[in-house]
């Protein structure tokens, strides 16, 4: 398993957080359960507008936890709402939704360690 | 950096740990932070704690970033608050969509705290700069709405002290904008206590409140000085002196002081420094400049400055024509300025029925276009009235009967050097005029003494014929005569007044006595009885025979009595 979190980043953002740094964590794993659950929703209603917006704010959530390649999946499923039909989105989905289930394994097991 | 009291930051952001962190950074720069999870959120939170700076997220739910910052902008009114868009948008339009709603900037994610700090304090410093700006401006506006107070306060002060005056009467035309005493152009008319009317135009070099305070003592000194008596060359004297000793160095008043007489049918006039009037004789079709011959009132010390006054004669009907600079230099959208030319020609067409000051005002206001009219215009035409139309004495205001003791003497004798440098009448006028009952008549007791006076002056004493006034150019030639002939003047001049009560009424009794000569009177008398059509000389004595109940001359003609009585009724 390749990499999930940028560990620099991450490291950086304990610094600033303190005591604050599990909050942080905490509150990252409900938005993107969130967010997710959005897209899923938009995704069987046909609601495009709706799931573009989920992904460009799961997007932005992901790069400040330094959930890089979640990020970049993120930004693609942003574009591909826009630009193609309802019915290329589904495997698409599918990956950001399998990327993100190892980004919160990653967050959780960081909770973990300390 | 934020100074002593740390700067309010608002950050909207809908994703809580987005939030959280943003907030962290934002804290940890030092700022106060207030938070808002979607857009009607921020703009409550704005209206709540007027935040200083905004970090809007573009998405947010109930209201996006967009919305949320024009509302937030509109709410700031002229307060500058710079506002972030969080999130970087991909798209240019979202971009643009973002700067039409106020963005100042834009923060991406990831968060980075380093960019963070230089944006903020870059923002902070510019909103201090714009505090500053404004601060600036709005003490340039307090300072600027207090000049206008002043002003208003100085104007309302000057037009106390230079009231119309008798500008509103028929004979006079003018145009003069009401804040003209701020662009340094003063008009003033009033009448002596013979009924002369005397008209001073002046202006004030620069603008504004230096402008406009020479203005006050300038008309005082002409009022007072015009209505105790005091000819046209002892009010120019008086107010050179006021304003050379008040003025600050380079700042004087271009004048010219004109006095018209149309019983005697002669205007007096000085002119420092304005640019040359105009005599308009209408029925000759003859245009006389009243030139300068004088530097400004205000330059020259008392010993130098030179009072002299020119004469000429007038007929009913002719026109007088004073202007500032203003209508000369006027200009149109070429830059060509309207010039003394175009204002000659223009009153030399006008007919004897028309009025100079109309055509002359629509051709300078055709010349500068709507666009270049400045209030800058200032112009008096004053128009001879024929002596039937002009009371001979000023009417005095009626007193109330004083009585005591109104039987008196009083002898007051002028030497060379008195009879050289001053004007005998303003005092004469003022001692006649304690007395109540005298007080009544002062007008036409002033007409009688200026005549007696110049009689005894100047044909008396200087020898000047006065038969030279038959032509005009004896008459510019008989005042040059009358100036040469007073510098040699020897001899002097004696006022006997004597005043004697008859109940209500009574008599006062003039005699001048003067060192000359004399003349034959028998003669003259006789002349007088048979006048001449057109002649010039001799007018002086018929006002006197009009005027007085009775006119002799004694011994060998240097010696004049008239006597001025008066009854009980009022009239």
Same mark, same amino acid.
């Given at each position: ?26 509150? @990252? ?24 917006? =989920? ?29 193609? %039909?309802?019915? !290329?989105? /589904? ?24 | ?11 909207? *952001? ?24 979607? &857009? ?24 996006? /970033?967009?919305?949320? =910052? ?15 868009? #969080? ?14 709603? &106020? ?50 306060? !100085? ?18 035309? @003018? ?8 662009? /340094? ?9 013979? &009924? ?23 008309? *005082? ?9 005091? %000819? ?102 070429? &830059? ?116 007696? @006076? ?5 044909? %008396?004493? #200087? ?41 209500? /009424? ?16 028998? !003669? ?8 001449? *059509? ?33 009854? %009980?009724?009022?009239?």
């Amino acid at each position: 398993m390749a990499e999930r979190l940028d560990r620099a980043l991450l490291e950086e953002r304990r610094m600033l957080m303190n005591d604050g740094f599990a909050a942080l964590l905490d509150a @990252y794993l409900d938005d993107s359960e969130r967010r997710m659950g959005e897209i899923g929703d938009a995704l069987e209603s046909g609601d495009l507008e709706r799931l573009r917006r =989920a992904a460009h704010a799961l997007k932005g959530s992901a790069a400040n936890v330094g959930a890089e390649a979640l990020a970049v999946l993120c930004e693609e499923l942003e574009d591909a709402a826009e630009a193609t %039909g309802l019915d !290329a989105l /589904g495997p698409l989905v599918d990956r950001v939704r399998a990327e993100l289930r190892d980004v919160r394994d990653a967050v959780v097991a960081e909770q973990q360690k300390h | 950096m934020p100074a002593a009291s740390p700067a309010r930051v608002l950050v909207a *952001e809908d994703n809580r740990a987005d939030r959280l962190l943003l907030s962290a950074i934002v804290r940890s720069e030092g700022y106060h932070v207030v938070e808002a999870v979607d &857009g009607c959120d921020a703009v409550e939170q704005f209206r709540t704690h007027r935040p200083h700076i905004v970090l809007l997220d573009a998405l947010m739910p109930r209201m996006d /970033g967009f919305e949320a =910052a024009r509302r937030i902008k509109a709410e700031a009114g002229e307060r500058f608050v710079p506002v972030i868009f #969080l999130s970087a948008l991909g798209a240019d339009d979202a971009l643009l969509a973002a700067v039409e709603a &106020g963005a100042d900037d834009f923060l991406g994610k990831p968060y980075n705290q380093v960019i963070l700090r230089a944006k903020l304090s870059a923002l902070e410093r510019l909103r201090m700069l714009h505090a500053t700006m404004q601060r600036q401006r709005d003490e340039i506006s307090r300072h600027h709405a207090h000049l206008v107070q002043e002003q208003e306060a !100085a104007k309302a002060i000057f037009d106390k002290v230079a009231h119309t005056g008798s500008l509103d009467e028929p004979c006079i035309r @003018y145009l003069i904008s009401p804040l003209a005493v701020f662009n /340094g152009d003063v008009l003033l008319a009033a009448r002596n206590p013979a &009924g002369n009317l005397y008209v001073l135009l002046g202006d004030f070099t620069g603008h504004g409140l230096t402008a406009a305070v020479g203005a006050m003592p300038l008309a *005082e000194i002409f009022y007072g000085m015009s209505n105790k008596g005091f %000819g046209p060359g002892d009010i120019v004297r008086e107010a050179n002196r006021k304003l050379g000793a008040m003025l600050p160095k380079g700042y004087f008043c271009c004048a010219a002081l004109v006095a018209l007489n149309v019983h005697k049918g002669t205007i007096e006039f000085w002119n420092g420094g304005l640019p040359s009037g105009c005599l308009f004789r209408a029925g000759r079709r003859e245009l006389v400049h009243l030139e300068s011959h004088h530097l400004p009132l205000g330059i020259q010390g008392d010993a130098r400055f030179d009072s002299t006054t020119r004469v000429l004669e007038v007929e009913p009907g002719d026109r007088l024509i004073l202007c500032t600079d203003g209508i000369v230099e006027a200009r149109n959208d070429t &830059g060509e300025a309207f010039g003394y030319e175009r204002r000659d020609e223009i009153i030399r067409r006008t007919r004897p029925e028309e009025s100079a000051f109309d055509a002359l005002k629509h051709a300078v206001y055709a010349h500068m276009g709507a666009s270049g009219r400045d209030d800058d215009i200032t112009l008096v035409e004053v128009t001879v009235a024929s002596p039937q139309q002009v009371p001979i004495a000023a009417p005095v205001q009626p007193v109330e009967n004083g009585g005591g003791s109104e039987e008196w003497r009083l002898s007051y004798e002028l030497g060379p050097r008195s009879l050289r440098s001053s004007n005998p009448l303003p005092l004469l006028q003022h001692v006649v005029t304690e007395f109540p009952q005298l007080r009544r008549h002062a007008g036409t007791i002033f007409t009688v003494l200026t005549e007696l @006076y110049s009689n005894a002056l100047e044909h %008396g004493l #200087l020898r000047l014929d006065s038969s030279l006034k038959s032509s005009a150019a004896g008459f510019a030639e008989y005042y040059r005569a009358r100036s040469r002939a007073l510098v040699e003047l020897d001899g002097f001049l004696r006022f006997d007044f004597r005043c004697e009560m008859d109940g209500a /009424g009574g008599r006062l009794y003039i005699t001048v006595t003067d060192s000359g000569p004399g003349f034959d009177y028998s !003669a003259k008398l006789a002349e007088l009885d048979a006048p001449r *059509e057109g002649e010039y000389h001799g007018r002086g004595l018929r006002l006197l025979r009009e005027l007085c109940q009775s006119v002799s001359f004694r011994g060998r003609g240097n010696e004049v009595e008239v006597v001025f009585a008066w009854s %009980g009724e009022h009239g």
